[in-house]
């Protein structure tokens, strides 16, 4: 249809337009149950309580200063007038790719990650706990604070709080958040990644997993799996009738709502073994070039000039990397991007071939002459911006 022919039109894009349409979707004709069913949780188990929800309230990002900004909570309650509550977390990018290890502690990036934000969403609750609703202040337990400090170097030099008075009395307290026990809370991630996702294998990614500390320091984990949910894109298409707007948003992040299959094994190596300043001047341009443009839409702090390529990491992991090397007796450029991101990088309009092995890791893997620098240029940027807003 023209544009013109209809009396308005909503244009949704990326994670806020994927979530308001699903917030839409939900609130038309009650199908909160239906969604919840959908959810993948850690200890393969359903709460019952699902079965039995009578209505539902949606906070959509609503701001906890210290806590962080949720995507979504959804506050249900049952036929017996129970309360419950799902905290939604979303990346369009799959669950490894955004998680950042526990290990680092609480490294730049880790509490936009998956796993930092569904952490600081029980440091919330843990809070809500000591809440009585009529104080103007939210505080962490000092008791919790002070083993997030051992455990993941919290930046924080005090207990996280939240002092919003509109968040506090006009929100959180007429929806019944104060004195919330633990056990009516769950925490969910929805992210780009194939059935059955990345709680299927928890050991595998034991240290990208949400940090549930109690106030002695014991990893609670174990003890809170059955409230930690998993959902990705690709379920929510199959088994759910989603409106277009959802589909439109999805789809201005990645191309397809799932990853698709990625080759097993690698094609080759692509070795870092030759300096920059063995190539030519035009080559030793294109990566000063590169390095301001990758510098410019992930930050200086994760960018890095090394002897012979250039990187970008998050958490820890490497998430692109340009290359210098000779192929038939000429200098080329490898732009390579970590298989993680599966297909996102079709985004661009660009030849990605691959799986290469490019330190130990599976790269999607661009490669080109540095003569055809000026007509990739616009290409290779438009990449560069939609992943770095998709981390």
């Not at 039109?9 to 990326?14: A, K, N, W």
């Not at 309230?57 to 036929?79: H, K, M, Q, T, Y």
């Not at 604070?145 to 959180?172: A, C, G, M, V």
Request: overall charge negative; charged content about 25%; glycine content about 8%.
């Amino acid at each position: 249809m023209a544009f013109g022919q209809r009396s308005r039109s909503v244009i949704r894009y990326g994670e806020r337009g994927v979530i308001n349409a699903l917030v839409q979707w939900l609130d038309e004709e009650n199908r909160v149950g239906q969604f919840l069913k959908a959810i993948r949780w850690g200890n393969g188990l359903r709460p019952q309580w699902i079965d039995r929800i009578k209505n539902a309230a949606f906070v959509v990002e609503i701001g906890l200063s210290d806590f962080g900004d949720p995507d979504l909570i959804i506050v249900c309650a049952d036929n017996a007038g129970q309360k419950h509550y799902v905290f939604l977390e979303a990346k369009v990018v799959p669950y490894e790719a955004s998680a950042v290890k526990n290990s680092l502690g609480m490294v730049t990036g880790y509490n936009s990650s998956i796993n930092g934000q569904i952490t600081l969403k029980y440091r919330f609750c843990k809070a809500l706990e000591k809440w009585n609703g009529k104080s103007d202040q939210l505080i962490e337990p000092l008791d919790l604070w002070l083993r997030y400090q051992e455990k993941l170097k919290d930046k924080n030099s005090e207990p996280r709080k939240l002092s919003k008075f509109t968040i506090l009395h006009k929100i959180l307290k007429p929806l019944d958040f104060h004195e919330l026990s633990l056990d009516r809370c769950y925490f969910v991630a929805l992210t780009w990644d194939r059935d059955p996702g990345p709680l299927s294998d928890t050991f595998k990614i034991s240290d990208l997993l949400p940090l549930f500390l109690s106030e002695n320091g014991e990893n609670l984990w174990d003890q809170m799996r059955d409230r930690v949910g998993w959902l990705g894109y690709g379920i929510l298409d199959r088994e759910l009738d989603l409106s277009d707007g959802f589909h439109q948003a999805l789809l201005t992040m990645v191309p397809y709502p799932e990853p698709q299959f990625i080759q097993e094994g690698f094609k080759e190596t692509i070795p870092i073994s030759e300096r920059w300043d063995t190539f030519s001047e035009l080559t030793n341009s294109i990566a000063d070039d590169m390095f301001h443009i990758l510098s410019k839409h992930f930050g200086s702090g994760s960018t890095e000039r090394l002897k012979g390529s250039i990187s970008i990491k998050a958490g820890g992991k490497t998430l692109i990397k340009v290359i210098p090397r000779r192929k038939d007796g000429n200098g080329t450029l490898c732009l390579g991007v970590s298989a993680s991101w599966g297909g996102l990088q079709s985004l661009a309009k660009l030849g990605f071939d691959g799986p290469y092995n490019i330190v130990g890791q599976p790269f999607m893997v661009y490669e080109f002459p540095p003569e055809k620098w000026e007509e990739v240029k616009p290409d290779i940027e438009a990449l560069f911006e939609s992943l770095a807003e998709l981390l």
